[in-house]
C-alpha cells in the first residue's frame, strides 16, 4: 500500500477491537487455518466482517517493490482494522494490535484475475513492535518455526521499507495459493498482478 493510502486509513478509521493475547511462538495447523477462513474465498464475506480493501487498490509486486521480478507478488490487500487496531491522527499508519491469531487473520490477500473476480491467495497478520514490547515480549514473534519479517523504515533510503507504517512484525501464510519458496516466505512466484486494474 501507499504511504497515502495508509495515512487515509489511520485518519479515517475508528480504534478496533482488542487483537489475541501476544504469543512469541506459535504452531498453526494448515488446515485448520484454512478451514477457518475458508469463508473468505469470497470477497463478499471478507467485506461482510470488517475487512477493507487497500484504499490505493495497489497490488504488491515484488518488481514494484524494486525486487526480483522472478519472486512474484503478494496481490492485493485487504486489512481489518478493527484487529490491527489502528490509530487515528498519526503521520504514519500505527496501531496497537498484537494479534498473532491466523484463525482470524489481520489481513488478506488476494489475486486479480482475468474476469475482474478476485482470489483468496494468502492471509497475513501484522503486530505493531511498541505494542508488541509493551505487551512483555522481547523477540520478535514466531510461527512454525519463522521469525516475522521485520518492517521499519531506513531514514538513510529514499524508499520507504515500511510502507507508511510505524515499525511493525508480519508473517504471510500461503494457505490458498502453493509458494514454491515455502508457504511462509512474503511473496509467491505462482502469484501474479497482471490482471490488476488498479494502481
Known amino acids: 500500500m501507499s504511504t497515502t ?16 493475547a501476544a504469543v512469541a511462538n506459535s504452531e498453526v495447523d494448515l488446515d485448520a ?22 484504499p490505493s487498490d495497489s497490488c504488491v509486486s515484488a ?22 487496531k489502528i490509530k487515528q491522527g498519526t503521520e504514519r499508519v500505527d496501531g496497537d494490535s498484537t494479534n498473532t491469531e491466523f484463525m482470524e487473520p489481520s489481513i488478506l490477500l488476494y489475486e486479480p484475475q482475468a474476469d475482474g473476480s478476485m482470489e483468496l491467495v494468502a492471509v497475513e ?12 515480549n522481547a523477540d520478535a514473534p514466531m510461527t512454525n518455526g519463522r521469525v516475522w519479517d521485520t518492517m521499519m523504515d531506513d531514514p538513510a533510503t529514499e524508499a520507504d521499507e ?15 495459493r502453493d509458494n514454491p519458496a ?12 497482471e490482471h490488476h486494474g488498479g494502481s
Open 125 to 136: 497478520n501484522l503486530v505493531w513492535i511498541a505494542a508488541w514490547e509493551a505487551a512483555g
Open 182 to 193: 515455502g508457504e511462509l516466505m512474503p511473496f509467491n512466484a505462482s502469484v501474479s498482478c
Open 162 to 176: 515500511a510502507h507508511g507504517f510505524e515499525p511493525h512484525y508480519d508473517q504471510h501464510f500461503w494457505a490458498f
Open 5 to 20: 493510502a495508509h495515512r487515509a486509513i489511520a485518519l479515517a478509521l475508528a480504534f478496533g477491537l482488542a487483537g489475541s
Open 63 to 84: 518488481e514494484a517493490e524494486g525486487l526480483p521480478a522472478e519472486w512474484g507478488a503478494m496481490g492485493v490487500h485487504y486489512i481489518h482494522p478493527a484487529r490491527l
Open 33 to 54: 487455518m484454512r478451514a477457518a477462513t475458508e469463508k473468505y474465498r469470497d470477497v463478499e464475506m471478507a467485506l461482510a466482517d470488517g475487512f477493507i480493501r487497500d
